[in-house]
């Protein structure tokens, strides 16, 4: 029996994240246990005039790949893939797991000898979405592993991912909407600042310039469910530490209090509780691995708690998120890198955001006029 909330959640992504236009090629990714939303995906697009392909495959290949490549395989840039994000007019990406601990033993300089080798399809794919020759969305599958990582029943989670994307409104589009006006009224405050700083109550006193780029207002197009507002920093400018709150995890891998320190800009300083090596691996990726490529807020109150899943927990509203890696070019942040590796700071506990010394959230409540 088909889910109502998946066709739901399928017409939203359809005709409002990406709006599909007639005759636009649009791809559709995931794993294998996503197929239904991947099928409810394909009927709408179709319906929209779209001419969808699909792009699903069975979680282990990447498995055998880290493990059983040469050097040569790992070093090899896939043409057709390639090919296909040059092509391509939407793209829409399911994230779901059958095990999200598949990849735990895993040679992490493997994997980021892999991900840097792929940095030119990325690259190509940040280009052309920041000309608007690319309208991309990305979105979880409720399945069991998820779950289990969010320490929920299938059906608890289920609510949860559903109601964080306000598909139990009677009117999903419009709520967004409505979010998105609201956003618009912080993002216009912040737009022509420069100083940039985070404090929070665990230690994390980071400060970068801004200056000359622009905030965005992330209102449920390129994530679902959505809610943040970003900018890049100026690359060489973050200055300070960063203590992040809750675990950071990165291609399946769990990485615990991870603490960064900046100087101009680049991390000189990094240490965790839990998967170091695997830190250090990934900061070593590439020139661009140990520099800020996003500084952001997060805005979605409908989302509570942590659940070892980066699209919900870093639009917790409350808390701020650094991204170590690539930069997305229409903020200005040319950073470019094999690495986009989101972590989180969760400002409730104590902290406060400000933009050229105004505070703009503190204890993880926005203030003033311009308040989210």
């Known amino acids: 029996m088909r889910d109502p909330r998946l066709t739901k959640l399928a017409e939203v992504l359809v005709n409002y994240s990406v709006g599909v236009k007639p005759g636009q090629l649009v791809r559709i ?10 099928v409810e995906i394909y009927r709408e697009v179709v319906r929209a005039g779209g001419n969808p392909m699909v792009r699903m495959g069975p979680e282990e290949v990447e498995e055998i790949l880290y493990k059983n490549a ?11 893939a390639k090919f296909e994000i040059e092509t391509v007019d939407c793209s829409i990406g399911i994230w779901a797991d059958e095990n999200t601990k598949a990849l735990t033993h895993c040679d992490p300089k493997r994997m980021a000898r892999s991900a840097a080798a ?9 280009r052309r979405a920041a000309e608007g020759k690319l309208r991309w969305s990305g979105t979880q599958f409720p399945c069991q592993a998820s779950a289990q990582d969010a320490d929920m029943s299938l059906a608890e989670y289920e609510d949860f991912v559903f109601a964080a994307g306000l598909l139990d409104q009677a009117d999903p589009v419009a709520a967004w909407k409505k979010i998105s006006q609201r956003q618009q009224r912080l993002v216009d405050f912040l737009n022509g600042k420069s100083d940039y700083h985070v404090v929070a109550a665990n230690g994390t006193d980071i400060r970068m310039s801004v200056a000359g780029h622009r905030w965005i207002n992330c209102d449920g197009h390129e994530n679902f469910p959505d809610g943040e507002v970003f900018t890049g920093p100026v690359v060489d400018s973050a200055s300070g530490v960063v203590h992040f709150s809750f675990p950071a ?17 680049k991390v000189v300083d990094a240490s965790a509780d839990k998967g170091q090596d695997f830190l250090i691996s ?3 990726m590439d020139a661009g691995s140990r520099l800020l490529g996003e500084c952001a807020i997060g805005t979605n109150y409908s989302i509570t708690r942590y659940t070892k899943n980066t699209l919900f927990d870093e639009k917790i509203g ?3 998120h650094f991204a170590l890696g690539a930069g997305y070019p229409e903020t200005g942040n040319a950073n470019q890198s094999g690495l986009h590796w ?5 400002m409730r506990g104590g902290g406060f955001v400000e933009i050229d010394g105004v505070k703009v959230s503190v204890d993880g409540k926005f203030v003033g006029e311009h308040a989210a």
């Open 118 to 126: 792929r940095r030119p399809i990325g690259d190509i794919f940040m």
């Open 29 to 38: 990714s995931g794993p294998t246990v996503a197929e239904p939303l991947v």
């Open 318 to 320: 409350g808390t701020a």
């Open 249 to 265: 995890v990165h291609g399946g891998r769990e990485v615990e209090n991870v603490r960064l320190k900046f100087r101009d800009g």
């Open 342 to 346: 989101d972590m989180v700071v969760d």
């Open 70 to 80: 040469t050097e040569q395989q790992l070093d090899f840039l896939n043409p057709v």
């Open 282 to 284: 990934m900061l070593d």
